[in-house]
Structure formats: C-alpha cells, structure tokens
C-alpha cells in the first residue's frame, strides 16, 4: 500500500504547481527523461510511441491531398540561408553553427537546419523549370535545431522532432487556399484525434513568420490558461521565389516566379495533450491517440484460469482496439495506479469470480466510472466506450476553453483581466504594432491571432481607443 500510495504522491497537484505538475507527469509516465546534452531530452518508448501515431495519422491526411514525403540535409550552408534576408534575421539567434570537420576547419560554416525554407528553395531553383513541373507538394519527417535559452520538455528543447510541409505553386491563389487548407487540415486533426478544440486564425505581421507574407496558426488553451501555439502555416508569396530564383516557363512561354508555403506540427503536441487534458493522477490520453487504449489487469493472476482468460480477452479485443495484458507480479493497486498514470484510456479488471459470472469491471481513465461488462459483449462495449470517451474529452475541453475567455471592451478591462484571470482574452485591435508592443510589454500577453470567425465587440481598440479593425485574440502563452 505504501508504494501504491507514494506513486501518485509522487505528482504534484496542478493547482499547487503547474509547472512542477508538468514536469513531474512527463518523467513518470516515462515519457522522456533528461540527457546529457543540455537543452535536449531522450524521448522514451511511451512518449515516442504517442508520436509514431500522430505522425502516422497525419502523414495519412496529408497524402490524401497530393503531398509525398522527401528529405533534405540537416546543413545549410551560411550562404544559402543569408539569400533571404527577413528568414536570416528572424532566425539568427537560435541557429547552431558548425565550424569544423574533422581536424579541418570549414571553409564555409553550417548551420544546423532551424527549418529548411532555404534548402527547398535551392532545390526548387534546380527542380522546377515550366508549369508542367508545378505543384510540388512536398514534406519531410526531421529533427530541427534552435538554441533555446529556457527549455521544457516537449514545449520548448534545442533539438525536436516535426514535420515540414513546402509546397510551390504557379499561382498566389494555390498558394493561398494551400495554406489555408493545410491549416485546417491541423484544426481538424487537433480536435478529432486530439480532442483538443483551437481556434484558427492569422498572425499578425509582428507575429508572423520570418519571411513570410502571412502566417496562419492554431492556437490551444491549456489548462493553466496559457495558450499554446500548435500548428502554423505560411504563405510565402513569390519572396522565396525571387531571392533564390525559382522561376518557370508559363503556358504563354513567359518566366514566372513560383508561389510557396510552408506548414508545421512538432512534438510540441505531446505537451498540449498532456496539458489540455492531464490530471493529478497523471497522464489522460484520448483514445484515438493513444499507444494502448485498454490495459486488462488481471486480479490473483495466480489462480488457475486467470491468466489465460484474460490473454483470450486480449486476442479478441486485439482486432479492433490496441490492447495488452499486464501480468508482471504488481499488486493490482500498483498496476491501477500505473495504468492511471500512462493515461490508458480504459481498463478491464478480471478476478476469478468475474470469469466464473463471465463478466468483468471496465474503469474509464477520464472519469472513474466503473460498468460491468459480460465478457460475451466486450468488444462492442469497448469500442462504443472508447467513442463516448473521444467525444466527451474534447466537449470538457471545449467548455474548459468557453469558460476562461473574456472580452475586453478597454484597457482598463483588459488589465483587471490579464491580472487576475487566466485564459484567452477577446479584444479589438487597432492594427498597429506599437498597441501589440504595449501591451505585450505591461502585461506578457501578446496577440495569439486574429480568428477568421470575426466579430465586432466594440468599435474601439482595445489598448489605444482608435477606431479598431480586427478581433484579436490575447494571451499569455508558453
């Protein structure tokens, strides 16, 4: 009992400590651990297993719009990279540098890929000669590198694991509805399989990536009340194209330069599943995500029978959810604890009493709740349990998100906000930068994103009382 007890007092209540919270869940759920390399984390198998399924779900939908997968060199020459002078400045300040090969010194240095704009580009130079050659709707799977001065696992580390979408076009109108596509294309996964609701929208010029005409994000609320950036895609408009020279022969036999975009998700979403949905016991793992969907725990797994019901559950169970049996020799309170921790979704606890009444206990991870089952029935009530759950994780969420976003109709509102709520706040804006500076200055909240669900709730900017031009939606975020 002692050990089954100092497992859960091993986390710290949320409510007393987000931030230990966090960390605490992900070393105990073993999801990472720390490396000897400062600023990077070793992702173990529980953690890397919840990326291979949002990697593999999202690698389906992008091929289902054209896009196939490539690779490119994780270095960039210095050169390279300056050819786009907003992308090289924006940038600068968290690019690793290699300076030496072997014993020789380079005659050019490299920069460890921060992102790989400026390799596609150069490639494309090569690749695309006439509009026959156009679209190319191309991603890659890969590690990039930026040398971040605070770092967290998941949220923010040297090194992490993302895909990268660019894709060039004959047109700013197929640059454009890319874009747009594949940003909703993220918003749809986050909440199908994430059972993470976001709010879309366009960044504003200050916010916007480096280089780019405009930038479109997704923007989570986690349950502290930060946001939490969890999808981008950008517009690049022909900029790329003329600084690198990308340019192709139209069907008038005139030179055209291409349009591009570029769109990403890391392994940041590991944290924002952990913090949208994460409690004090732990991990909470939405079904459609996760690595195992249901643990059996079998009870005195020592009597004769048990086990070997209980592995026959698995295979039947095993065609249509992931399943696994857990017959180390752990108490049944220490397995209980354990599964609660890893946030597997449901468990099935069967004793030599449920086999002999042929039945056994589910225990749903997100609320407790305990129904028995006849074993004749299991599978159907699995999967009909593993849907509610899907479902009603992303409604919780979603009424978690209503309940802690407020407008703000002054500055005055907006301070008494920002100072004692936590969460996203709604406000006009007047579309200068020196409001975004003000505010992010007075209060570390800055513009998360203009949504493209626009409404008008004053006539006036929220921080400088100009006539306003866009809803703004604010926050503090990681």
Not at 101 to 123: H, I, N, W, Y
Not at 232 to 252: L, P, R, V, W
Request: proline share 4%; aromatic share 8%.
């Amino acid at each position: 009992m002692a050990k089954e007890k100092k497992l859960v007092e091993a986390i710290t209540s949320m409510e007393e400590d987000f931030a230990q919270w966090y960390t605490d869940v992900v070393k105990k759920a073993e999801l990472i651990d720390y490396s000897s390399v400062k600023g990077c984390m070793v992702i173990k198998p529980a953690g890397y297993a919840i990326w291979e399924n949002i990697q593999a779900e999202l690698d389906r939908r992008f091929k289902e719009t054209g896009v196939q997968n490539v690779y490119m060199p994780m270095f960039i020459p210095e050169s390279l990279l300056e050819k786009e002078k907003d992308h090289v400045e924006g940038f600068a300040p968290e690019v690793a540098w290699v300076t030496q090969g072997g014993l020789a010194p380079l005659q050019e240095k490299l920069c460890v890929r921060p992102t790989s704009e400026t390799l596609f580009c150069d490639f494309y130079a090569k690749d695309v000669q006439s509009y026959r050659d156009l679209p190319k709707l191309y991603n890659q799977w890969c590690s990039v590198v930026r040398w971040e001065k605070e770092t967290r696992p998941f949220l923010r580390s040297r090194e992490f694991l993302w895909q990268e979408g660019h894709t060039a076009h004959a047109t700013a109108k197929e640059a454009e509805e890319r874009t747009e596509q594949m940003l909703h294309l993220y918003a749809d996964f986050c909440e199908e399989v994430l059972a993470m609701p976001v709010i879309r929208g366009r960044k504003t010029d200050k916010e916007k990536f480096a280089g780019a005409e405009a930038t479109y994000t997704i923007e989570a609320l986690m349950h502290d009340g930060k946001a939490l950036q969890s999808g981008t895609s950008h517009n690049f408009g022909d900029g790329f194209a003329k600084a690198f020279g990308i340019q192709y022969t139209d069907k008038e036999n005139k030179l055209q330069y291409v349009h591009q975009t570029s769109w990403g998700m890391t392994t940041r979403l590991i944290g924002a599943i952990i913090m949208v949905h994460g409690d004090d016991s732990g991990l909470v793992l939405p079904p459609a995500i996760a690595p195992t969907q249901l643990a059996i725990i079998p009870i005195m797994q020592k009597k004769e029978g048990v086990l070997e019901k209980a592995e026959e559950v698995r295979a039947k169970l095993a065609k249509t959810v992931r399943v696994k049996v857990d017959d180390t020799d752990k108490s049944p309170g220490w397995k209980f604890s354990e599964q609660e921790m890893r946030g597997i979704p449901l468990r099935l606890e069967m004793g030599p009493r449920d086999i002999e009444a042929n039945q056994g206990i589910l225990v749903r991870r997100d609320t407790g709740e305990k129904i028995t089952v006849s074993l004749d029935e299991v599978e159907e009530k699995v999967a009909t349990l593993l849907a509610v759950m899907q479902k009603e994780m992303l409604e919780r969420a979603r009424a978690h998100r209503e309940e802690h976003t407020y407008d703000a109709h002054n500055y005055e509102e907006f301070l008494d906000i920002v100072n004692n709520k936590a969460g996203f706040i709604r406000g006009m804006w007047c579309g200068e930068q020196a409001c975004e500076d003000k505010i992010k200055e007075e209060t570390g909240a800055t513009s998360r994103c203009m949504p493209f669900a626009q409404e008008t709730i004053a006539d006036t900017c929220v921080c400088c009382g100009k006539p306003a031009k866009k809803l703004v939606y604010w926050g503090r975020a990681y």
